[in-house]
């Protein structure tokens, strides 16, 4: 079950060149070394993104729009936590009027 499953190898022939034949009539020589060629680079089956002046402002202006965003949810999380902690020290503030007034009618 955990055993990697590998795939097959490739079986695609290799590909050969053949050599040209000549007509004339050469004094017989060795054979020179055969032609190698280099192997053909993959295809990719990725798509490629072509930009085009209007994709690329749509881009822009999405990313612009994008930083806005986030920038005004941020700015109003901020907003609320310093209103929160507002709050909070002035109901600490009447709190402690409110026990030292009990304290001093003793």
């Given at each position: 079950?955990?055993t990697?499953?590998?795939?097959?190898?490739?079986?695609?022939?290799?590909?050969?060149?053949?050599?040209?034949?000549?007509?004339?009539?050469?004094?017989?020589?060795?054979?020179?070394a055969?032609?190698?060629?280099?192997?053909?680079?993959?295809?990719?089956?990725?798509?490629?993104?072509?930009?085009?002046?209007?994709?690329?402002?749509?881009?822009?202006?999405?990313?612009?729009?994008?930083?806005?965003?986030?920038?005004?949810?941020?700015?109003?999380?901020?907003?609320?936590?310093?209103?929160?902690?507002?709050?909070?020290?002035?109901?600490?503030?009447?709190?402690?009027?409110?026990?030292?007034?009990?304290?001093?009618?003793?």
């Amino acid at each position: 079950m955990f055993t990697p499953k590998y795939p097959p190898h490739d079986t695609a022939p290799t590909q050969t060149v053949p050599r040209p034949q000549t007509l004339t009539s050469a004094p017989v020589q060795a054979d020179p070394a055969p032609v190698q060629v280099a192997p053909a680079a993959p295809v990719s089956n990725r798509p490629t993104i072509q930009l085009t002046p209007g994709s690329t402002l749509a881009l822009v202006a999405g990313g612009g729009a994008a930083v806005l965003v986030v920038g005004t949810v941020l700015v109003s999380m901020l907003l609320a936590v310093a209103v929160t902690g507002v709050s909070v020290a002035l109901v600490a503030i009447v709190l402690r009027l409110l026990v030292k007034d009990l304290h001093k009618e003793r």
